[in-house]
């Protein structure tokens, strides 16, 4: 500048680029990102379901514990009667003190399972505190109400398609895992290909603002860029890509293979608890009432404590294992229900991925939702 002079200058530009993506390696890529993304989705849904399971099995173990608890002390009072009886014999010579002695061992041993019982019901308490993010026995004041345990469907569809297990979120974790393995496969093959880049520029320049846009002069190019030798670098990661794909597609098929055997070992545990279910009814019926004939007959003095006692063991023995088939019962379809993804719809329209397809960078096609 010269004295008392000032000139101004000014001058705008931008540049601009943009790789084409001629041979998808992009879209492979996003198509992986969005399977990996899907799959931390599924994976989370299996944690929630394996949890809710959690609870509900726990909350029919604390069931059940509270139903043998019920069944115990019942039958403690009737042992109780029993050895009264049995004392009152004594007193008048009908019999010896063996009959008394008998009646009260009986007792103890009955008496001796209730703190087991009850362990039961507190450790399952706790539990059930513990998975729903309380402490241990938070609930145990909204339980201690006995209930009965909680009984499904008389019926559950046993012709289940194999599609159906792939909606578990398991299988669905591993089908997206797969498909971010293939496409992973595109974007290493991408590499080893040319890249094409346009790229621009703009520019103005004027002595005054005004002028900017009098002016402008802007250009616009190309480059293509080839890599001529990395030492097999770029076909190594294409192979390492193809085996982690072989990886996943293995994973897949264990999942889905792991899905049909849980829900049959479901369905065969829940045919199994159901048929002993129905046959510990009838046994503790007739048990109950062998047992009271017992009580009558030895009261008359038509009986021996050793027939009394056997009668008492043998409904205690039926009424009980009637508890565990209930319980066993109710796990079972709780099992079930999380062999299935956490339930089923039977109208709902399977997915129809097809896996690792001839021809690689192919992804699997996103599943139906």
């Given at each position: 500048?010269?004295a008392?002079?000032?000139?101004?200058?000014?001058?705008?530009?931008?540049d601009?680029?943009?790789?084409?993506?001629?041979?998808?390696?992009?879209?492979?890529?996003v198509?992986?990102?969005?399977?990996?993304?899907?799959?931390?989705?599924?994976?989370?849904?299996?944690?929630?379901?394996?949890?809710?399971?959690?609870?509900?099995?726990?909350?029919?173990?604390?069931?059940?514990?509270?139903?043998?608890?019920?069944?115990?002390?019942?039958?403690?009072?009737?042992?109780?009667?029993?050895?009264?009886?049995?004392?009152?014999?004594?007193?008048?010579?009908?019999?010896?003190?063996?009959?008394?002695?008998?009646?009260?061992?009986?007792?103890?041993?009955?008496?001796?399972?209730?703190?087991?019982?009850?362990?039961?019901?507190?450790?399952?308490?706790?539990?059930?505190?513990?998975?729903?993010?309380?402490?241990?026995?938070?609930?145990?004041?909204?339980?201690?109400?006995?209930?009965?345990?909680?009984?499904?469907?008389?019926?559950?569809p046993?012709?289940?398609?194999?599609?159906?297990?792939?909606?578990?979120?398991?299988?669905?974790?591993?089908?997206?895992?797969?498909?971010?393995?293939?496409?992973?496969?595109?974007?290493?093959?991408?590499?080893?290909?040319?890249?094409?880049?346009?790229?621009g520029?703009?520019?103005?320049?004027?002595?005054?603002?005004?002028?900017?846009?009098?002016?402008?002069?802007?250009r616009?190019?190309?480059?293509?860029?080839?890599?001529?030798?990395?030492?097999?670098?770029?076909?190594?990661?294409?192979?390492?890509?193809?085996?982690?794909?072989?990886?996943?597609?293995?994973?897949?098929?264990?999942?889905?293979?792991?899905?049909?055997?849980?829900?049959?070992?479901?369905?065969?545990?829940?045919?199994?608890?159901?048929?002993?279910?129905?046959?510990?009814?009838?046994?503790?019926?007739?048990?109950?009432?062998?047992?009271?004939?017992?009580?009558?007959?030895?009261?008359?003095?038509?009986?021996?404590?050793?027939?009394?006692?056997?009668?008492?063991?043998?409904?205690?023995?039926?009424?009980?294992?009637?508890?565990?088939?209930?319980?066993?019962?109710?796990?079972?379809?709780?099992?079930?229900?999380?062999?299935?993804?956490?339930?089923?719809?039977?109208?709902?329209?399977?997915?129809?991925?097809?896996?690792?397809?001839?021809?690689?960078?192919?992804?699997?096609p996103?599943?139906?939702?």
């Open positions: 500048t010269n008392g002079i000032v000139n101004e200058n000014y001058a705008l530009s931008g601009v680029s943009y790789t084409a993506d001629i041979f998808g390696g992009v879209r492979r890529g198509e992986a990102s969005r399977g990996s993304y899907a799959a931390s989705g599924y994976d989370l849904a299996q944690v929630q379901a394996t949890i809710a399971s959690e609870v509900v099995r726990n909350y029919v173990l604390l069931r059940a514990a509270q139903s043998s608890v019920a069944i115990a002390r019942g039958s403690l009072a009737i042992q109780q009667d029993n050895l009264e009886i049995a004392g009152f014999r004594v007193q008048a010579g009908l019999v010896s003190s063996l009959d008394a002695e008998q009646a009260r061992a009986q007792r103890a041993q009955t008496a001796a399972n209730v703190p087991t019982l009850e362990q039961q019901f507190e450790q399952a308490s706790n539990r059930i505190g513990v998975l729903t993010g309380q402490a241990p026995g938070a609930l145990k004041g909204q339980l201690v109400t006995a209930a009965p345990i909680p009984k499904g469907p008389d019926a559950v046993v012709g289940l398609p194999a599609d159906i297990i792939r909606l578990r979120p398991d299988v669905r974790a591993a089908e997206r895992t797969l498909a971010a393995a293939t496409a992973q496969i595109g974007v290493a093959k991408a590499q080893l290909l040319p890249q094409l880049t346009l790229a520029s703009i520019n103005t320049n004027a002595s005054s603002i005004n002028a900017l846009t009098d002016i402008i002069t802007g616009v190019f190309g480059q293509l860029a080839q890599t001529i030798f990395d030492a097999g670098r770029g076909r190594s990661v294409v192979r390492a890509r193809r085996a982690q794909a072989e990886e996943a597609f293995a994973a897949y098929k264990a999942a889905v293979l792991g899905a049909l055997e849980d829900v049959e070992n479901a369905l065969t545990a829940l045919a199994t608890a159901q048929a002993r279910q129905r046959e510990l009814a009838v046994a503790a019926e007739a048990s109950d009432n062998a047992a009271t004939l017992a009580r009558s007959q030895y009261r008359a003095g038509l009986t021996d404590i050793t027939t009394l006692n056997n009668t008492e063991a043998a409904l205690l023995s039926a009424q009980s294992g009637l508890v565990n088939a209930r319980s066993d019962a109710a796990q079972a379809l709780v099992q079930l229900y999380l062999a299935l993804g956490g339930g089923w719809n039977a109208e709902a329209a399977p997915p129809t991925a097809e896996p690792l397809r001839q021809g690689d960078g192919q992804p699997a996103p599943l139906t939702q």
